[in-house]
């Protein structure tokens, strides 16, 4: 089993709608949560770190489920610009950041 | 600041030949990560350091990867000999301690062996 787990894409929506992704993690030592965003040959960017009492940064909300080992996205009235690949990653007590294979969502106009 | 700088940002090269990556972290943070990304195994932990020394190398594939920071400003990562295999985009990545954790890529170096 993989140590981080995302929905596969990949996600095909129209231009307002609301997406949702998931993401499971095996290591429940695990301390610290991100979702980052990789643009098409770009590097990936931090979109926000995940706390235990959820957290919204404008359209953007992320959950956080430790009993699970579950975090997740939720993006509203989606934009064209959203369209990237979404990476969850999850990091321990040290600097192992251990990053998820990604899902890729496309804004369709 | 400029941000993380990698060089070369493409690199083309036979099989058996050495490769050297380089990156600068940003100035004043104090980890710096290797990472590569394939299609096939998303992005990879290679090895990271915390003030120039080397903390993590597991994730390092073989003995043909070898990665140095000789200095607060500046590391490299070499394949001797380079392998098809070896064919990803490298990203450095740096980071300060107390943070919110964000780690800050590099542009990349893609690296293609023939």
């Known amino acids: 089993r993989k140590e981080v787990e995302q929905d596969p894409g990949p996600f095909n929506v129209p231009e307002g709608a609301t997406v949702a992704f998931n993401c499971t993690y095996s290591?429940?030592?695990?301390?610290?949560f991100f979702w980052y965003r990789q643009d098409c040959r770009k590097e990936p960017k931090l979109l926000m770190s995940?706390?235990?009492s959820g957290n919204e940064d404008g359209r953007f909300t992320a959950q956080l489920n430790r009993a699970s080992q579950y975090i997740s996205l939720l993006i509203r009235d989606s934009k064209l610009s959203d369209s990237a690949t979404y990476l969850c990653?999850?990091?321990?007590?040290?600097?192992?950041?251990?990053f998820g294979p990604g899902t890729r969502l496309s804004v369709l106009p | 600041d400029a941000g993380v700088i990698q060089s070369p940002r493409h690199e083309v090269t036979e099989m058996g030949q050495e490769v050297t990556l380089r990156c600068k972290p940003i100035?004043?943070?104090?980890?710096l990560f290797w990472y590569r990304q394939t299609m096939m195994r998303g992005l990879e932990l290679l090895i990271y350091?915390?003030?120039?020394?080397?903390?993590?190398d597991s994730g390092m594939p073989e003995d043909r990867f070898s990665a140095k920071m000789p200095n607060a400003s500046f590391s490299t990562l070499k394949i001797q000999p380079s392998e098809p295999r070896d064919s990803a985009v490298y990203f450095c990545?740096?980071?300060?301690?107390?943070?919110?954790?964000?780690?800050?890529f590099g542009p990349g170096t893609r690296l293609t062996v023939t």
């Open positions: 990653v999850v990091a321990d007590y040290g600097q192992n950041f251990v």
């Open positions: 290591n429940s030592a695990s301390q610290s």
């Open positions: 995940v706390y235990s």
């Open positions: 100035s004043g943070h104090d980890y």
């Open positions: 350091f915390n003030n120039n020394v080397p903390i993590d």
């Open positions: 990545a740096s980071h300060l301690a107390g943070s919110r954790h964000e780690q800050y």
